[in-house]
């Protein structure tokens, strides 16, 4: 017995009471269903809330059972275990079965396993000009941060399309994990399922990227696909998304679903969620009533939605449960297809408090979730409507960055030594490489081989205009990879910052997007590609001698296929893909030669793997500042070349032709 006199609960006490459940299950004929579909809705079973002081969650449920029912999920970390009733088990059968659980001491509570919903409204997708970033002062908070990729915020969901564009570039290594359908990939399983691609577009697209709209903060993502492609999630599917994002250690965790009812299971996990550090943001809903759970919850930052006028939505629920408000009209975001959409609802006002949560602890690193979520609060604007409507104001991403939090001391860096940099480098056997770019380039990309291992690296100094010179930073573009002995290795970079690696051997190529830009250093020294290739000893004639070589194996056999579009680069850029098929006996060689109109900029993307290229995700280019471009590749025949023509200013008609050589 512990000190304070409280019985203390074991597994004899559990066991006691499994004869007359037991019993009641054997007279009933109750017996459990199996179901291999995929579905959001699980109406045929009960979540069982079990003590914390029971150590085998499982097995105590399943043995209160005995022989005639039988446990399928069961998550150890906030007490519960999901029990399979048939499906037409009457409502009768089912209120003795509850009553019967809550009989054992040791079970807090008894609930059917119930289906929530995303948040959404029509969209309107030729509006045409973003106002949400602007509506809540994100330029000011731009100023100071873009958002931080060691920062991380999940988005539980439908599935997220991390391959989109305007996406990938954020989303964390380990991409996520999907729970509606016991699989482990989050993508979406179709056409209809957008809403968790559109969320997390609002909160973590690609901003200051060239691509897309602008999204608040490159802050890192996880998407935790809890909705099916309905919008639809059980309670246990996204309890145990909660729970699974909180184990990860995300910093923010968004939730734009909800329910009218409120649930044990679920405000446990949040709570769960909540004391592990995470700040949650969930939307109000949309019935223009109440807030909805688990916005309600005291652990959860309930978000309503405002017009582009800052007039409260006429969908937006309200009530004294409202923390924060925020845009959630005709929001433009990404959507499946590298495409992109306006959606409304309360579901889209979350994110952008996600978002802007993501840029207040990327300029404050180590602020705790009880802090920011004060400081989101206390930076907050009030737009002149009710506390039931707006709660504390409209968030302020501005004021938010730009005020420094109550009580806040950031870790002082230690400062190096005056040739602490110079020790570094000068210690190592190997060369430190770096791509440096000029404070208002956007991102521009960059490649290299060597003959020996390449690994990034973290600079130990700053570009010229104090940005940092750090590799592997855009984790869905930087990349290293080892071939035969050869490396190569790659990634984009903008901004005023820099990435870097460490190259164990000699660097044998070098190629940069826009030298206009960018520029080069070896060890701290600027200097051309040519010239690192000879310092290093990766100057020779081999590869010159090669190309001279394989200049004559092309015969005279050859293919020509042409097509004709026409493309406005508008405020996204427009693009057309194509796809060619090889037709030579024996390929050698392919040229794609694109013609466009004198005043605009056209670019070629083309991709030799059968993958979509895009602007980031291509095997060979050819962005030059006009619309006229030229890609030559060489051929095995094994390849299946795609490519996309895209319009990256101005508009007009196109010609662009495929000339196939063989051997």
Not at 289 to 306: H, K, Q, R, T
Not at 384 to 390: D, E, F, M, P
Request: proline share 4%; charged share 25%.
């Amino acid at each position: 017995m512990p000190p304070d006199g409280t019985p203390t609960p074991d597994r004899r006490s559990v066991l006691k009471a499994a004869g007359a459940l037991g019993a009641f299950f054997g007279s009933t004929g109750v017996a459990a269903a199996d179901s291999d579909e995929e579905s959001g809705s699980r109406g045929t079973e009960l979540l069982i809330g079990v003590s914390p002081d029971v150590s085998d969650v499982e097995g105590a449920v399943q043995s209160s059972l005995g022989g005639s029912g039988r446990v399928v999920h069961s998550n150890e970390a906030i007490h519960y275990a999901t029990v399979e009733l048939p499906a037409n088990t009457p409502e009768e059968a089912k209120d003795r079965i509850t009553d019967a659980f809550e009989s054992i001491d040791e079970i807090e509570y008894v609930e059917e396993n119930a289906t929530l919903e995303s948040f959404t409204r029509p969209n309107d997708p030729h509006y045409s000009s973003q106002h949400t970033p602007q509506q809540v002062n994100c330029e000011g908070a731009w100023d100071e941060t873009f958002g931080h990729s060691d920062v991380t915020i999940s988005v539980v969901d439908t599935g997220t399309a991390y391959d989109h564009e305007n996406l990938a570039e954020n989303v964390d290594d380990r991409i996520g994990d999907d729970f509606v359908g016991r699989g482990s990939d989050p993508y979406p399983v179709n056409s209809n399922e957008t809403h968790g691609t559109v969320v997390s577009g609002i909160a973590v697209g690609g901003t200051d990227n060239g691509t897309g709209h602008a999204g608040v903060s490159n802050c890192s993502m996880l998407s935790a696909r809890a909705l099916d492609s309905s919008g639809r999630g059980s309670l246990s599917d996204i309890a145990d998304a909660i729970q699974w994002s909180a184990d990860q250690g995300v910093d923010i965790i968004n939730l734009s679903l909800g329910s009218s009812s409120g649930w044990h299971t679920l405000r446990n996990a949040c709570q769960y969620a909540y004391d592990q550090g995470c700040l949650l943001v969930a939307a109000a809903g949309n019935a223009g009533g109440s807030v909805a759970y688990p916005a309600v919850y005291d652990s959860v930052i309930a978000v309503s939605a405002l017009d582009s006028r800052n007039r409260l939505a006429s969908f937006s629920n309200r009530g004294r449960e409202i923390e924060l408000a925020a845009p959630g009209t005709r929001v433009l975001s990404s959507t499946l297809g590298d495409s992109y959409t306006r959606a409304s609802g309360t579901s889209m006002a979350s994110p952008v408090v996600a978002g802007v949560a993501g840029l207040v602890l990327s300029a404050y690193p180590g602020l705790d979730n009880e802090s920011l979520r004060e400081h989101l609060r206390q930076t907050a604007t009030d737009v002149g409507l009710s506390s039931r409507a707006q709660g504390y104001g409209r968030i302020d991403a501005d004021a938010a960055v730009n005020t420094v939090p109550d009580g806040y001391e950031p870790e002082e860096p230690e400062e190096p030594e005056d040739d602490e940099e110079e020790d570094d480098l000068d210690d190592r056997d190997d060369h430190l490489l770096a791509f440096v770019t000029d404070p208002d380039a956007s991102l521009a990309s960059y490649e290299f081989t060597a003959d020996g291992p390449v690994e990034f690296a973290d600079a130990p100094y700053e570009s010229p205009s104090g940005g940092s010179i750090e590799g592997g930073t855009f984790q869905a573009e930087d990349f290293i990879e080892e071939d035969d002995g050869t490396w190569h290795a790659g990634g984009v970079t903008g901004g005023g910052h820099g990435d870097a690696f460490w190259v164990d051997g000699a660097v044998t190529s070098i190629e940069i997007d826009d030298p206009d830009v960018m520029w080069v250093e070896l060890d701290a020294e600027e200097m051309s590609p040519a010239a690192i290739i000879d310092e290093t000893g990766g100057g020779d004639d081999e590869d010159e001698d090669d190309e001279d070589d394989d200049t004559g194996e092309c015969g005279d056999e050859t293919a020509t296929a042409r097509a004709e579009g026409s493309l406005s680069g508008g405020w996204w850029g427009g693009t057309d893909n194509y796809t060619y098929s090889l037709r030579t006996a024996d390929p050698c060689s392919a040229t794609l030669s694109l013609e466009g109109p004198d005043s605009a900029d056209f670019d070629l993307y083309v991709t030799l793997d059968g993958n979509s290229p895009s602007r980031w995700n291509y095997d060979e280019a050819s962005t030059g500042s006009g619309s006229d471009e030229e890609v030559t590749v060489d051929l095995s025949g094994d390849e299946q070349i795609r490519f996309q023509i895209h319009a990256a200013d101005g508009s007009g008609e196109y010609v662009v032709t495929v000339e196939e050589q063989g051997k």
